[in-house]
């Protein structure tokens, strides 16, 4: 009797993580990327231009706003994947966060606190003091190691404009071998076409970082992550990076699959301008995270968190994500992009 009753709890517990499709059995894990928009503490760093974000700035940055920007970013990036896995991503990527202690007060959050979540973080020269990081929970886990990389650009008049840095983190995913990358590169700011070059190079950077590890290892396992502001088609990602929707062409040419190419032939988007959506948040895999012989983890299917009380319920931005300040002023919500996330498997045996 007592076996039979530790046999009934023992599928029960895994039972939150696997989930059966035919006649096999798989584990799940959830990866996600999430622009936090403008993730900033209170203080005042004479180093970056983040006096708005202060008490006394323009944006009355107080403590109790900064409270209630980091409960709500805990929300969403807690619920990520929820449905489906019974638990928050195993590994996020996120962008747009001022240092690491805006990182740590996040997953201080009570929603967060229990899944003991690590940080790898590396302060980026960005004139505006933002930088991208990686969060993974401990226990699915384990960086080996990381490093950042700068991406170099300059003005007309050779003056260097100082933006993110791309990170890359090797580490082991349940004791497999998996390398994340996380992004964000140069805005659209004085318009798509004008800024265009700096996201071409952003491009042509990340592309050498995924070259590099696949001429190491052509069936290596590497997750492309960020806010690319450029849309699947556009030439940074599609023509640069080298990405595509077919997985035949990402498997026979050492290519980055990109799942993202659906939701944007269907409209539907990370982020509102003018009205237009745009998907400018993206995960890509390598070819390594198609097929897997030795029954390793493999990318099943990507989404975009975009739940209702995410989307802005009225006003001028009706349907647009419920962002957490605009027109000088806190207005109680997320962030202006929804996060982006993919399902990995893994077969049971």
């Known amino acids: 009797m007592k076996r039979t009753l530790y046999c009934w709890l023992f599928l029960l517990f895994v039972s939150t993580l696997v989930f059966g499709q035919g006649n096999k059995n798989y584990e799940i894990l959830t990866v996600a990327f999430y622009n936090v928009e403008n993730l900033f503490d209170t203080l005042n760093d004479p180093n970056t231009r983040d006096d708005a974000r202060t008490p006394e700035g323009r944006d009355r940055w107080t403590e109790d706003i900064y409270a209630l920007k980091v409960k709500n970013t805990a929300k969403v990036l807690a619920e990520i994947g929820r449905e489906t896995t019974n638990q928050p991503p195993a590994v996020i990527g996120l962008c747009e966060v001022e240092n690491r202690q805006v990182i740590v007060d996040v997953l201080n959050d009570p929603l967060l606190k229990p899944y003991n979540y690590g940080i790898v973080h590396i302060d980026s020269p960005d004139e505006r003091g933002i930088d ?14 990381f490093k950042n990389h700068a991406l170099r650009l300059f003005d007309k008049d050779g003056t260097r404009d100082y933006t993110r840095d791309q990170l890359l983190v090797y580490g082991m995913l349940e004791k497999e071998p998996v390398y994340v990358l996380v992004h964000h ?20 950077l990340n592309k050498k970082l995924v070259d590099s590890v696949l001429q190491q290892n052509p069936k290596a396992k590497i997750i492309n992550m960020g806010d690319f502001n450029d849309e699947p088609t556009n030439t940074s990602v599609a023509d640069v990076l080298q990405t595509t929707d077919k997985k035949r062409n990402a498997l026979k040419n050492n290519l980055l699959y990109t799942p993202m190419m659906t939701f944007y ?47 802005n ?10 962002r957490s300040f605009a027109g000088g002023r806190f207005l109680g919500g997320y962030s202006d992009h929804f996060a982006v996330y993919a399902y990995l498997i893994r077969e049971v045996r």
């Open 185 to 204: 590169w140069p805005s659209r700011s004085g318009g798509q076409k004008r800024s265009e070059p700096n996201r071409i190079d952003a491009a042509a």
């Open 265 to 311: 032939k269907q409209g539907i988007g990370t982020y509102c301008y003018r009205g237009n959506w745009n998907v400018l948040d993206q995960i890509h895999v390598s070819g390594g995270l198609l097929k897997d012989k030795k029954n390793g983890w493999k990318f099943w299917k990507a989404g975009i968190y975009n739940k209702p009380y995410l989307i």
């Open 132 to 145: 991208v990081a990686l969060i993974y929970q401990k226990k699915h886990f384990l960086p080996i190691s």
């Open 313 to 322: 319920k009225e006003g001028r931005y009706k349907g647009y994500p419920f």
